[in-house]
């Protein structure tokens, strides 16, 4: 019986599942690497980060799941966030295809009602709950260097969220598209 509910499971969060292998297949074109961990693939690495760079501001993410699917930056960042992350997965196998309009219902009831669309999410609350790995807050200030497209965390307006060693631009910065910041259409 314990098997039936499994398959009943990935097979109503299928639907975030294609789009999330869809957009894998970029990722893998872009150098990433995939993992199978605890009933998700997480794919990270590669150049992930400097096409999350590209992104306007309020899109941009460390990690980000479409139903048993995990895109981070780097797998480090993948590891640190995995219990945030996993609250998503889980989160898609309770609503299916269903999910993707809930948040942004949610997203848009609390700009509605002046809050943050991100932080303020029922998702993104329970997932934060869930987690002690990630600490809302903030968004770093994202700065151009001079080298190329190298980006840099403007240190000072960025949040401390745990000890760990980064080793992206983007580490310390949750997202806000399906886990992404400052973006009221998913996270």
Not at 74 to 100: C, I, K, N, P, S
Request: with cysteine; charged share 20%.
């Amino acid at each position: 019986m314990l098997y039936i509910l499994d398959i009943a499971r990935y097979a109503w969060a299928l639907p975030a599942t294609l789009a999330g292998l869809l957009l894998s297949l970029i990722a893998f074109a872009l150098g990433a690497k995939g993992r199978l961990v605890e009933g998700a693939v997480e794919i990270a690495g590669g150049r992930i980060d400097a096409c999350v760079l590209m992104l306007p501001r309020n899109c941009r993410f460390v990690a980000i799941t479409f139903g048993h699917v995990i895109i981070g930056v780097d797998h480090q960042t993948l590891a640190h966030h995995r219990l945030h992350e996993h609250v998503h997965v889980r989160q898609y196998e309770r609503w299916g295809v269903l999910f993707f309009p809930l948040y942004l219902g949610s997203s848009l009831l609390q700009i509605a009602r002046g809050r943050d669309p991100y932080l303020s999410n029922a998702f993104e609350r329970e997932a934060f709950a869930t987690s002690v790995s990630c600490e809302p807050g903030p968004d770093p200030a994202f700065k151009r260097t001079p080298i190329g497209d190298a980006q840099s965390v403007d240190a000072s307006s960025a949040p401390v969220a745990s000890s760990a060693p980064r080793t992206s631009a983007l580490a310390g910065k949750h997202l806000r598209f399906g886990h992404r910041r400052r973006s009221p259409l998913v996270g």
